[in-house]
């Protein structure tokens, strides 16, 4: 879906929701998100922050 999105509008895409694990980050990435946002799998304890960025940064990209 993302890159459907991406090949039809000209502004920022946001990759959000679905995300389960660390390693669910980067394929959005790699599919064309500009960015990746998360909330219920924090709040649920499933992964850290620091978890999701490693896994982002591992993948070759960078991270705030």
Do not use: N
Not at 5 to 22: D, L, M, Q, T
Not at 26 to 32: F, K, L, M, R, V
Not at 42 to 54: L, N, Q, S
Request: net charge positive.
């Amino acid at each position: 879906m993302i890159k459907a999105v991406r090949r039809e509008v000209k502004i920022p895409v946001i990759a959000s929701g679905g995300a389960g694990k660390a390693s669910d980050f980067p394929p959005a990435i790699e599919a064309g998100a500009d960015a990746v946002l998360a909330a219920s799998i924090f709040h649920y304890g499933k992964v850290t922050i620091k978890e999701v960025k490693d896994a982002i940064r591992s993948a070759g990209y960078a991270v705030r």
